[in-house]
Antibody, heavy 121, light 106 residues
Framework: EVQLVESGGGLVKPGGSLRLSCEATGISFSSSTMHWVRQAPGKGLEWVSSISGAGSYIYYADSLKGRFTVSRDNAKNSLYLELNSLRAEDTAVYYC??????????????WGQGTLVTVSS | IQLTQSPSFLSASVGDRVTITCRASQGINSYLAWYQQKPGKAPKVLIYGASTLQRGVPSRFSGSESATEFTLTISGLQPEDYATYYCQQLNSYPFTFGPGTTVDIK
């Protein structure tokens, strides 16, 4: 059974930092491109970042302006997202998702349950 | 690449045919997926490659495309279909989502 389990969310003050984790089981993690997607309370989905299987290719949403850093440890089947200089607008549920691509299409075939980050003083 | 969805909200009855449209600001080579999300849950993929039904998804869901306009159709709305639907382009980074369409009970 495939499972993606996020952890590390919580309450943090503006300007603070947090490290989110996503542990994967049941997939070939080292060959999987992994993504982070977030959703502010009552709002839509927002793509955040992606990292290729070997970590060679990394992309971020323009709006993050270098505050977030994605990484992975394939030996631990784990994906990470380091959140720095946090703002109230970063309050959201953060999901990790596995990307599946063929020659003609891509999709997120598995999602985690999400971890809530609340930025408030 | 920007995605717009219409309508943002619709009210429909069980058994209705429902159509949601997603427009891309430029060509995305059919790299479009549709997701369904229910409150408090992670999204679930319904359609990928603009028109391919994900395994396990009921056949009342279908997708189509015409240039940069994409359509999700639910043929015969069921009670479990009341949810929010998002399109997503996966053609080029940064991947983007549409703003969502909420389908509510009439």
């Amino acid at each position: 059974e495939v499972q993606l389990v996020e952890s590390g969310g919580g309450l943090v003050k503006p300007g603070g930092s947090l490290r989110l984790s996503c542990e994967a089981t049941g997939i070939s993690f080292s060959s999987s491109t992994m993504h982070w997607v977030r959703q502010a309370p009552g709002k839509g989905l927002e793509w955040v970042s992606s990292i290729s299987g070997a970590g060679s290719y990394i992309y971020y949403a323009d709006s993050l302006k270098g505050r977030f850093t994605v990484s992975r440890d394939n030996a631990k089947n784990s994906l990470y997202l380091e959140l720095n200089s946090l703002r109230a607008e970063d309050t959201a549920v953060y999901y990790c998702a596995k990307l599946l691509c063929s020659s003609t299409s891509c999709l997120y075939d598995y999602w985690g349950q999400g971890t809530l980050v609340t930025v408030s003083s | 690449i920007q995605l717009t969805q219409s309508p943002s909200f619709l009210s429909a009855s069980v058994g209705d045919r429902v159509t949601i449209t997603c427009r891309a600001s430029q060509g995305i080579n059919s790299y479009l997926a549709w997701y369904q999300q229910k409150p408090g849950k992670a999204p679930k993929v319904l359609i990928y490659g603009a028109s391919t039904l994900q395994r396990g998804v009921p056949s009342r869901f279908s997708g189509s495309e015409s240039a940069t306009e994409f359509t999700l159709t639910i043929s015969g709305l069921q009670p479990e279909d009341y949810a929010t639907y998002y399109c997503q382009q996966l053609n080029s980074y940064p991947f983007t989502f549409g703003p969502g369409t909420t389908v509510d009970i009439k």
